[in-house]
């Protein structure tokens, strides 16, 4: 179970989170849990913002095996990439959209901005390489 808010009121809202990373993605997770193995549905709770009235409303959504599977397969290879682009020291960008994404700029910002030459540099200014210790949570 999730719970969204949503400005966005339209039919296709409920239909769209069927394919939802998130939510496959935890469809598939209960599913690794021997005694939800079985598990395919998921249960979402939309709040729906509007400026003369908030509406509630309860979905279940159904994953199949096919969905499922497909969405792994997508991350094994997303993975696979992240991995290549690791090894080859180069990231490439693929276009403004996910830089205003969630309505503000995105704190990478200024090295994708910056000349490919000058990109380091920027790097070394304005970030820290913090290890992120998931032992100390």
């Known amino acids: 179970m999730d719970h969204k808010t949503s400005t966005w009121e339209s039919q296709y809202l409920v239909p769209s989170y069927t394919l939802s990373n998130q939510f496959v ?9 021997p005694e939800y193995s079985k598990v395919n549905n998921f249960i979402v709770d939309v709040l729906l913002m509007s400026p003369k009235n ?20 997508g991350i094994e290879v ?3 990439q992240i991995l290549r682009m690791h090894y080859d020291n180069f990231y490439p960008m693929y276009g403004k959209d996910a830089c205003t994404s969630w309505n503000r700029l995105c704190p990478y910002f200024d090295i994708c901005s ?9 790097m070394n200014a304005q970030y820290s ?5 998931t032992a100390a949570r």
Do not use: P
């Open 25 to 33: 993605g935890y469809v598939w997770a209960a599913q690794q849990i």
């Open 54 to 73: 908030d509406s509630f409303f309860r979905s279940s959504l159904s994953m199949n095996e096919t969905i499922l599977a497909e969405w792994k397969r």
């Open 78 to 80: 997303t993975c696979a």
């Open 114 to 122: 910056a000349s490919h030459g000058f990109r380091q540099t920027v």
């Open 129 to 133: 390489k913090l290890v992120w210790d």
